[in-house]
């Protein structure tokens, strides 16, 4: 398996932003963009997003077109000053979440838990994990590999970005 190579920069900011713009192809073509939280896998460079198997489009998008784009543009709570703003470009490839100890996946898990705390009232209680299990644990794992990567210095959209292609080794 491949490692995706990253300047600290870049790095920072995947780790320190909560949210992405997520954007996939529809199958008429059309872009459509969710936001999204974002696990950032520091080993091998990899992007992982999830998706309810009961609101599966995304997942379902990415599996019949897999350029997306992930765009980071809001630092809200990333205690970061004046960080940039990133477009990330990258394939993807989705596969259904079954095993919990991958650790992609715990680090996942970990995260939501420390940015959404309220989410630990509903995986605590025996009763809502019960009703809602189709929509906490049924999930579709998105992977993204970034492949180029546009940086907005101080997340100003007014200059013209610096692109970097992503670096791969083996």
Known sequence: MSEVQLSEEVRTVLRAYYTCEV????RQGQPITWPCLPYFHEETGEIILTASI??????????????????????????????????????ASVQELLDYHDPK?????????????DSQRF????????LFSW????????TVTPQ???????????????????????
């Open 135 to 142: 929509y906490l644990f049924q999930r579709l794992v998105i």
């Open 23 to 26: 954007t996939t192809v529809n």
């Open 123 to 130: 995986s605590t209680n025996r009763f809502a994990r019960r």
């Open 148 to 170: 180029r990567i546009r940086i907005w210095p101080e997340g100003d959209f007014h200059v013209e970005p610096r692109e970097i292609e992503v670096m791969h080794v083996e």
């Open 54 to 91: 009961a609101f599966p489009v995304k997942a379902l998008n990415a599996r019949r077109y897999p350029q997306v784009s992930l765009l980071y543009s809001d630092p809200t709570g990333s205690d970061l000053a004046k960080p940039p703003a990133l477009l990330v470009q990258g394939k």
């Open 105 to 117: 996946i715990v680090g996942l898990f970990r995260l939501t838990r420390k940015r959404q705390p």
